[in-house]
């Protein structure tokens, strides 16, 4: 049997957040963006749920999950798999479903707990 060259890395990333919470979505981006340049990977398609909350439908994630099935995404960058679930079994299984399909799921170190984020400015009167 013939050794086949591994597949070019397509990397896609997923963001939920609830409440809506721009300011903190992109900073979980860009975290996940220096996660892919260290891992040597092209930037990530963004897949985002701002203001979904777990247990509802979530249409970004069912756009990669179909990405994923169409082989148009193979590496899937997360801040944490609570992002899919709040639910440890439910955020388990979406990691199954992606790895089924041919994807490899990558967190940020730490579990998906971000560092510290600098304080934002008070506003004043």
Same mark, same amino acid.
Do not use: K
């Given at each position: 049997?013939?050794?086949?060259?591994?597949?070019?890395?397509?990397?896609?990333?997923?963001?939920?957040?609830?409440?809506? $919470?721009?300011?903190?979505?992109?900073?979980? !981006?860009? &975290? +996940? %963006? *220096? /996660?892919?340049?260290?891992? @040597?990977?092209?930037?990530?398609?963004?897949?985002?749920? $701002?203001?979904?909350?777990?247990?509802?439908? !979530?249409? &970004? +994630? %069912? *756009? /990669?999950?179909?990405?994923? @099935?169409?082989?148009?995404?193979?590496?899937?960058?997360?801040?944490?798999?609570?992002?899919?679930?709040?639910?440890?079994?439910?955020? *388990?299984?979406?990691?199954?479903?992606?790895?089924?399909?041919?994807?490899?799921?990558?967190?940020?170190?730490?579990?998906?707990?971000?560092?510290?984020?600098?304080?934002?400015?008070?506003?004043?009167?």
């Amino acid at each position: 049997m013939l050794d086949r060259p591994p597949l070019p890395a397509r990397p896609a990333l997923y963001l939920r957040c609830y409440p809506a $919470d721009p300011a903190g979505l992109e900073y979980q !981006r860009a &975290a +996940l %963006e *220096r /996660l892919a340049r260290s891992r @040597g990977l092209p930037v990530p398609a963004a897949f985002v749920d $701002d203001g979904v909350r777990s247990g509802h439908r !979530r249409p &970004a +994630l %069912e *756009r /990669l999950v179909e990405r994923a @099935g169409q082989g148009w995404v193979n590496v899937v960058l997360v801040p944490g798999p609570f992002v899919f679930s709040l639910d440890d079994r439910g955020a *388990r299984a979406t990691v199954r479903r992606l790895e089924e399909l041919g994807c490899a799921v990558l967190d940020l170190p730490g579990r998906g707990v971000l560092p510290h984020r600098p304080p934002v400015p008070a506003r004043t009167a």
